[in-house]
């Protein structure tokens, strides 16, 4: 059984900074393409971060790149999500993602993974 579990969202001012966690099962996090995709009403989800728990480069969509960044720590089976300077259109549900698949962590978010949380809400206020 995958299980993914998010963690760390809430209401921030603009400029703000949140972190969140995504905690999986042993058996998930090793060597699997761990990432976060966020969803707002009426739009589909966008992939926002990813990287590979076993090395490597992470990637990040145009959006985040520089406010944003997406750290493995493996000892505790661990994901996070480092989000600073955080703006109005930041605001989403954000979800933790895992797959196994190269093609879901290749810099354009095009491949769903097949493992998803249950999401966190970020909200960012003006």
């Known amino acids: 059984q995958v299980q993914l579990v998010e963690s760390g969202g809430g209401s921030v001012q603009a400029g703000g900074s949140l972190r969140l966690s995504c905690a999986a099962s042993?058996?998930?996090?090793?060597?699997?393409?761990m990432g976060w995709f966020s969803q707002t009403p009426g739009k589909e989800r966008e992939g926002v971060a990813c990287v590979y728990t076993g090395g490597g480069r992470a990637y990040y969509a145009d959006s985040v790149k520089g406010r944003f960044t997406i750290s493995p720590d493996n000892a505790r089976n661990t994901v996070y999500l480092q989000m600073n300077s955080l703006k109005p259109e930041d605001t989403a549900i954000y979800y933790c993602t895992a797959d196994t698949r190269f093609g879901t962590c290749s810099g354009d978010f095009s491949m769903t993974p097949t493992y998803w949380g249950q999401g966190t809400q970020v909200t960012v206020s003006s």
């Open positions: 042993k058996y998930t996090y090793s060597n699997y393409y």
